[in-house]
Nanobody, 122 residues
Framework: QVQLVESGGGLVQAGGSLRLSCAAS??????MAWFRQAPGKEREFVAR????????YYADSVKGRFTISRDNTKNTVFLQMNSLKPEDTAAYYC?????????????????WGQGTQVTVSS
């Protein structure tokens, strides 16, 4: 049974940092990613990492502030979020999937976690 379990969300002031974790179990994946969804908005791509060579992809809105990384031994992916802004407030979801030419599309991910809330106060 495949499971993705996120942790690390919380409340932080603008300019602060949080580190999200997503532990995968049940199988390994070609890639894992983070998406987020704010109230009343569509789910949007944040970052992706390919498990093998570690290639990464970021949404323009988080480039230079967020870093995605992985721990192969623990089958875990991380999202280090620095210089947080109130507009980063959202539920953050971990996703896992295969190779794709459109890494930012939610349709290419087969498995999803339950989400962890990130709230950034101004």
């Amino acid at each position: 049974q495949v499971q993705l379990v996120e942790s690390g969300g919380g409340l932080v002031q603008a300019g602060g940092s949080l580190r999200l974790s997503c532990a995968a179990s049940g199988r390994t994946f070609y890639a894992m990613a983070w998406f987020r969804q704010a109230p009343g908005k569509e789910r949007e791509f944040v970052a992706r990492i390919n498990w093998g060579r570690g290639a990464t992809y970021y949404a323009d809105s988080v480039k230079g502030r967020f870093t995605i990384s992985r721990d192969n031994t623990k089958n875990t992916v991380f999202l280090q979020m620095n210089s947080l802004k109130p507009e980063d407030t959202a539920a953050y979801y971990c996703a896992a999937g295969g190779a794709t030419a459109i890494p930012a599309s939610s349709n290419v991910y087969d498995y999803w976690g339950q989400g962890t809330q990130v709230t950034v106060s101004s």
